[in-house]
């Protein structure tokens, strides 16, 4: 295990009805406040009017609605302006991972001289921030209890990240119910973000870090176990309530900290989603099996027979390779079964800009020295080619 | 899962060397600081004088040496009277858990105008406290990372707890290295500790708690794989490392929040603990598969056959009260194993105040209606008998 910090701040206020507390919470903060929200999803479930309601006229609320799916930066540099303009005193961020993420990057960008894609170059910039308060929509990318924040520069076509202490949220509200009206599609993104998180930290060069592992496997295991029910019934409270703690947990430093080393396919799929839009949860989902499989060798049998073990239940066999291959399999067979779409073709990718993203995973990622499996440009490309495929096993 | 708030503000300073960063840790608080400590250890160890040298002319050091191992109410009013004198500004920790449970007490004490063994009898008129940080050096209570004290009143036998969030260490250093010279029977007392607290918690009535569960199953796993190898190798970091984050872990929140009601052992093992002053940890080994085993039914089978597949890896069996059995015999086992004294006599106490001590029990703890199985008196003293004798499987 290595040397690490660990501090989990956020005020986290879980379960039905938490949303009550709302007026309390941000008054400790102030009057004015920036609410942040995407698309017209708070307004069809309800959210958006019961928020208006219990702040009433105790606050002065000021609204940016429309944050992107993959948040540009020319919605943060709007919201920052917006809080300069009318010397907001905290941010409400309302949504999942997006609305989130551009919530952070305006907290940071409020008190910062230059343009907020800079925090993508280097995070030390991000010198104070807004408070943040947040009310969760969806169980997926963590965000919610955490420092980062990924942003999306169309005119660049990068989607880079940042992270900082001072982003991490003040207070979130975790009510499940709220996640009740999540559709299909965004709870299998969600899932296979959470999924991601917690395979990204799991294979992972750092040897005996079996308590971050142990939590890693428990989490995957409450994910494999619930999104099924979630699924079927979408108002299954302990389903829903699983899902979204465990999408907390899996990114706020538990199953990552006393680990080195950086996330390979994030790396990759962040190519995919600034080139082509598309879901990240689902672009993950793709990419993780074939990257599994392309990395699976003698020097890594053993963790995936393990990840086999512990989180598919798979009985003890004395070939580790083959424990290890079926954990592949049913990790690709699992996101088909929950009705992902896992070739690039259905996610409208083909293969013309395959080598250009390829180029560009190992110019935004150190994947070649830094990775669980050291990966070069051929490598990626080799993923890429394979997720245009079905799997055979 | 039930509603809670979940909120780990204490900043975990991790690993090796973490001890250079006292002096600037504590700048932030000010210049008085009262150290606080047990026995000698650190003294041959050589912490203290470290601290001493790390410290130098930069602060007004006070200290409050001998804090006993079920810390005293006595010790905790000379603490707050130090506090007051000397006008400190933040309270150091340098120990394990006695030593910060003592503390708490005392940075509470400091604002309080009664007797601090009130708080034991309502939490709430703890309403402001001094900033803790501490120095740990054992694993075993979680109190490094969490708001829970428990104090022994001598004079009237009792062992009696309160927890609050002002009392939550700021900051806490956990370098592995400081563990290496705990002795064995201590290594022994501090993981039978951890694995009572993850044993509470899973051992409960609320459904639906698959995260908090599979965190719990990771970090008893973890517990059971270091610890003998804590015991034969006290140097080995790893080994150390893990049992340390996982003690923090074990009762900072995650593996209790989102469920209810009550713990049985620790309440039986309080009053052992205030009869006769034995080592927590220990008696909690003594009470713990005896427990199990009185407690073990149709009802109760498949949780414990669970814990059994899951932490020991027992097969799975259709015969589901025959794995529980096993997980029982095995939680027994393993104790004895690793060197536990097993039974009351090993550690001086006979059958003479077992009724007192199981009518104390019920008077303290509503173990009838709370528990995770409804315990009165009389279960109470056939646990306690059974825990005189060897068990037999």
Known sequence: MENFNFKAETNILFGKGQVDKLPNVLSSFGKNVLLVYGGGSIKRSGLYDKINQLLGDDFNLFELPGVEPNP???????????????NIDVCLAVGGGSTIDCTKAIAAARFYQGDPWDFTQDSRLVK?????????????????????????????????????????????????????????????????????????????????????????????????????????????????????????????GLTG??????????????????????????????????WMQHIL???TAERFAMFGRRVFDLEKDDDMMKTAQKAIELTYETFKEWGVPMTLGEVGI???LLEEMAEQTIKHKDLATEAYV??????????????LEEMNF
Request: aromatic letters at 8%; one cysteine or more; glycine letters at 6%.
């Open 72 to 86: 540009r930066i020319e919605t943060v540099r709007k919201g920052a302006a917006l809080c300069k303009e009318h």
């Open 128 to 252: 104070e921030a807004l408070p943040i308060v947040t009310i969760l929509t969806i169980a997926a990318t963590g965000s919610e209890m955490n420092g980062g924040s990924v942003l999306t520069n169309v005119e660049t076509k990068e989607k880079l990240s940042f992270g900082s202490r001072k982003v991490v949220p003040k207070v979130s509200i975790l009510d499940p119910t709220l996640t009740f009206s999540v559709p299909t599609y965004q709870t299998l993104a969600g899932s296979s973000d959470i999924l991601s998180h917690l395979f990204e930290n799991y294979f992972n060069k750092t040897p005996n870090t079996m308590v971050q592992d142990g939590i890693a496997e428990g989490l995957m295991r409450t994910v494999y176990h619930y999104t099924p029910l979630a699924l079927k019934n979408p108002e299954d409270y302990d389903a829903r309530a699983n899902l979204m703690w465990a999408s907390s947990l899996a990114l706020n």
């Open 257 to 290: 900290s006393g680990k080195s080393g950086i996330w390979s396919c994030h790396g990759m799929e962040h190519e995919l989603s600034a080139y082509y839009d598309i879901t990240h949860g689902i672009g993950l989902a793709i990419i993780t099996p074939r």
């Open 374 to 387: 050291s990966l070069d440009k051929e490598d990626v490309l080799a993923i890429f080619e394979a997720s």
């Open 350 to 352: 083909d293969n013309k």
């Open 297 to 299: 060798s003698e020097e």
